[in-house]
């Protein structure tokens, strides 16, 4: 079930093949919807169950896709799983799909998308493809939450809409900061992941 | 079979996408009245929300909404009301009634009983911002004059900008300000600071940084509320005496009226 091949498959996305951290994949939408936890938190449940899945009916597809068309046809699947997302959450989460907006129609813009049905699922079989596409996910969606989680505790002093910061903090003075909501501070908390990410290990820094 | 014939490639291409859409088909037939419903209650929430009431949870918002909410009434320019079957108010899509001439429009009006037994009158608005549309919901008072609260929505305006029409801060400039200035129907205007309304209208400053937007809300104000001008007239138990005029005769001194609240 999980050999070693798979393994690497499944964690390595999660630090060391980082999509978001070392590929520099996926920047726009993390900026875009990490202002407060929540659609963070749907965002990345929503790649990883669209990343999984396409990279699973992909690679049932792989041997009969043709060549000339297989952009097109990865598209397609993409595209129709995140039309099947919007609906669901239209109709289950209708305030967080206020949030979204169009997010969620643009995770078929997602580069870490097309980059593992292209790297990966069109050679792999399906269960292999399958743990590839949640690891790739849970590496985008940890690294949304970390940033979320910084920029709504110093933005608006809440964690998951709950005030966690304490009365007293205000009385003496502290005020959040309206610059972590905005997508600027974003690009620096993810700056400043990428950086401690990079000290810790060594063998990603170029010499 | 050669994969890279363009019989196959085209029949793959075909037979995928029918597929594709006959799933997605039935997806969204599936899935249809239950969004249809979420979308009937936000717009509930916003109703109460310019009637400053907070719906316990979303399960409750419909019938918060129908125990506040007495009657629907559809209204004509003379004041008149011409329909008040259950929910004719509510089902009036806008969108389409704005484009209409004025003459031509339904005017929908949802009367309200608040806790304290006061009855309010909550008016549907809706226009053109600076990326969508925006709309809003205004309660007033019965005299028919004070605005008892509003609340503004909009599809994509800019974050942190225009898109603060629809915070709390900018919606409660509006309360208490008087649609009516000595008995002539002016709306409210949204302008800049230092600026002053050329009918002398009350005013709320606009918001920084958001120019169109302020003046969208400015101007679908004044295009949706206008029509009312009988049905509020009446309400303030004056027939309406002399046809509106047009020109800003009359401008009189507005005292410092900038100043935020």
Not at chain 1, 17 to 35: F, Y
Not at chain 1, 140 to 156: M, P
Not at chain 2, 215 to 244: H, I, N
Request: proline share 4%; charged share 20%.
């Amino acid at each position: 079930m999980l050999s070693k091949k798979n393994k690497e498959a499944l964690f390595n996305p999660l630090s060391k093949d980082n999509p978001v951290l070392v590929q520099i994949l996926g920047i726009c939408s993390s900026l875009a919807v990490t202002a407060s936890l929540e659609p963070a938190i749907v965002m990345g449940i929503s790649v990883i169950a669209v990343l999984a899945f396409s990279n699973v009916i992909i690679s049932f597809l792989r041997k009969t896709v043709p060549t000339n068309i297989r952009i097109i046809v990865q598209l397609v699947v993409v595209a129709a799983l995140v039309i099947i997302v919007q609906q669901i959450l239209t109709a289950y989460q209708y305030d967080v799909s206020k949030k979204l907006s169009v997010f969620i129609g643009l995770i078929i813009t997602n580069c870490i998308l097309m980059g593992r049905l292209e790297a990966f699922a069109m050679h792999n079989s399906p269960w292999p493809s399958f743990l590839d596409g949640i690891g790739n996910g849970l590496g985008y969606t940890i690294i949304l939450v970390i940033v979320a989680f910084f920029r709504e505790l110093l933005g608006s002093g809440t964690l998951l809409g709950f005030h966690v910061i304490p009365q007293w903090c205000y009385d003496h003075g502290y005020m959040d900061n309206g610059l972590m909501i905005l997508p600027p501070m974003a690009l620096i908390t993810l700056g400043c992941i990428i950086w401690f990410h990079r000290a810790r290990n060594k063998d990603l820094q170029e010499q | 079979m050669n994969k890279n014939s363009n019989i196959y490639q085209i029949l793959y291409a075909a037979v995928m996408v029918l597929l594709v859409g006959t799933v997605l088909a039935f997806i969204y037939m599936a899935l249809k009245p239950k969004q249809n419903e979420n979308i009937a209650n936000d717009t509930r929430k916003q109703i109460l929300s310019a009637l400053h009431i907070a719906a316990a949870g979303d399960a409750q918002v419909k019938e918060t909404y129908e125990k506040y909410v007495i009657q629907d009434l559809l209204v004509d320019k003379d004041g008149n009301v011409v329909d008040s079957a259950s929910n004719v108010a509510f089902d009036v899509q806008m969108k389409k009634n704005v484009k209409l001439p004025v003459a031509e429009r339904q005017l929908p009006v949802m009367k309200c009983r608040l806790d304290d037994g006061s009855i309010k009158y909550v008016l549907p608005v809706y226009g053109a911002g600076l990326w969508g549309p925006i709309w809003g919901y205004i309660a007033v008072n019965d005299d028919g004059n004070t605005i008892y609260g509003a609340n503004f929505s909009h599809e994509g305006e800019t974050p942190g900008l225009g898109a603060r029409i629809a915070e709390q801060p900018f919606q409660d400039e509006f309360v208490d300000k008087h649609l009516f200035v000595e008995g002539a129907f002016k709306s409210v205007a949204v302008l800049k600071k230092g600026q002053k309304a050329t009918n002398g209208a009350e005013q709320i400053d606009a918001l920084t940084g958001a120019t169109i937007t302020s003046r969208g809300v400015s101007d679908m104000m004044a295009d949706c509320l206008a029509p009312y001008e009988a049905f509020l007239k009446k309400l303030q138990g004056t027939a309406p005496a002399v046809e509106p005029s047009l020109e800003p005769a009359a401008i009189e001194q507005v005292t410092d009226d900038n100043q935020p609240e």
